[in-house]
């Protein structure tokens, strides 16, 4: 039947296709989501979904699985990306929110101070300070690595750190 009209008639159809099974899927998106208006956004993202692929339905089931399925499939995805990307309402703390440019400055200047302290340190002092706390190598490893005694790896990174820590001052001082 979806076959017969889409053709000749796509408007109509979608239309039939909407007004029949809206429901259902708006039903299934609010158990998934338990937000009204996700369940809403997401039931009008999947009937264009569904329409767009509509030339994939192969009537293996009825239709009204086929669209169950890419509904469930559409909601798992989108609570998913959801979980990994939180995101804040525009008015929660928007003003607290606001980044302090003044603090940015100071950060981004101690971020210089730092990196050209850093390069004057001798390459076997980066490539230690580097696999420590870059990497996050534990000491035990490194000494594996390179075949030195735990205490000597630990003892360099110790003065490797310390000479940095002094570069930094006297880069702040200059």
């Avoid at 299934?28 to 569904?50: G, N, P, S, V």
């Avoid at 990196?115 to 190598?137: H, P």
């Avoid at 035990?140 to 570069?167: C, D, F, G, P, W």
């Amino acid at each position: 039947m979806i076959r017969h009209y889409l053709p000749s008639q796509p408007d109509q159809c979608f239309e039939a296709l909407y007004e029949r099974y809206v429901g259902k899927v708006y039903r299934r998106c609010l158990h998934m989501t338990k937000d009204t208006e996700k369940a809403q956004d997401f039931t009008h993202d999947i009937f264009i979904k569904a329409f767009d692929k509509l030339n994939a339905f192969q009537e293996r089931s009825s239709f009204s699985t086929w669209l169950h399925s890419i509904a469930y499939n559409y909601c798992s995805d989108q609570l998913r990306l959801a979980k990994r990307f939180t995101t804040m309402s525009l008015n929660e703390n928007f003003e607290q929110n606001l980044p302090d440019f003044r603090e940015d400055a100071r950060q981004e200047e101690t971020l210089q101070l730092f990196q050209r302290a850093f390069a004057s340190l001798s390459l076997q002092e980066q490539t230690l300070l580097r696999l420590k706390y870059e990497e996050g190598i534990s000491a035990e490893k490194i000494a594996q690595i390179y075949s030195l005694k735990l205490s000597t790896v630990k003892m360099r990174i110790k003065r490797s750190r310390e000479k940095l820590q002094r570069l930094c001052l006297i880069e702040q001082v200059n």
